[in-house]
């Protein structure tokens, strides 16, 4: 009995979560049956065994994750070549990243099959100097990925921001900064610590070289 129990407890879990799954799913997106329509067949789930319950969960979570962008929201993206399992999740990104070979395995690709590789589901890689103003362009239109999330801190500044309205207000703040007229004012400052740069490594390579060769005279000694 305590085992029936559990079970039965364990299906009325995993049937709370479908349900809340599938009106998530519903009210984000246009729905093809209405929401009573799908809370009666919801209520006769209850009477499903445990284990057709699960696989069915299985079922969904598969196709929700996988097959539904795969075949409908990144259709488009279809013909992209690429690594096969890079068009149906982000393990291959996700692997090759953690090893460290992400620069190497993409430019590998793209010397393989050409211009454009399709290294996650929704993410296409694009080696193209022609492409940086249609994709980065301030008129482009085009919203930045969640990407540049990553370099986000407590207030975003031009290069992580993502909102539109937002990047046109910091950009028009800092526009007059690199106006042609202001670089080149500023052009005699740089080339001022430029030289005292390209100096402090002239310096430091003479000492290490004096360094050198220094220890070679002790050793011979």
């Known amino acids: 009995m305590r085992v029936a129990g559990q079970s039965v407890e364990v299906r009325d879990s995993i049937y709370i979560y479908v349900r809340v799954e599938a009106m998530a799913s519903l009210t984000r997106s246009r729905p093809f049956?209405?929401?009573?329509?799908?809370?009666?067949i919801l209520e006769k789930a209850r009477a499903i065994p445990l284990p057709v319950l699960i696989a069915g969960l299985f079922a969904l979570v598969v196709i929700r994750l996988y097959i539904y962008p795969f075949f409908i929201k990144h259709a488009s993206?279809?013909?992209?070549?690429?690594?096969?399992?890079?068009?149906?999740?982000?393990?291959?990104?996700?692997?090759?990243?953690?090893?460290?070979?992400?620069?190497l395995a993409v430019d590998a690709l793209h010397r393989e099959h050409g211009t454009f590789v399709r290294?996650?589901?929704?993410?296409?890689?694009?080696?193209?100097d022609a492409a940086i103003k249609p994709i980065y362009g301030h008129s482009a239109g085009l919203l930045k990925s969640e990407f540049y999330d990553s370099f986000a801190t407590a207030a975003r500044n031009?290069?992580?921001?993502?909102?539109?309205?937002?990047?046109?207000?910091?950009r028009k703040m800092m526009s007059h900064g690199?106006?042609?007229?202001?670089?080149?004012?500023?052009?005699?400052?740089?080339?001022?610590?430029?030289?005292?740069?390209?100096?402090?490594?002239?310096?430091?390579?003479?000492?290490?070289?004096?360094?050198?060769?220094?220890k070679q005279k002790s050793k011979r000694c």
Do not use: C
């Open 77 to 103: 993206l279809r013909d992209i070549p690429g690594p096969a399992i890079a068009k149906l999740s982000d393990l291959w990104l996700f692997r090759t990243q953690r090893r460290g070979q992400r620069s």
């Open 33 to 40: 049956i209405s929401l009573t329509t799908m809370s009666v």
């Open 178 to 214: 690199f106006s042609l007229r202001t670089v080149q004012e500023f052009e005699p400052y740089m080339h001022d610590i430029l030289e005292k740069f390209v100096g402090q490594w002239d310096r430091l390579v003479d000492e290490s070289r004096k360094f050198g060769q220094g």
């Open 158 to 170: 031009v290069f992580n921001v993502r909102d539109k309205a937002e990047h046109t207000r910091k």
């Open 119 to 128: 290294i996650q589901p929704n993410h296409i890689s694009i080696a193209s």
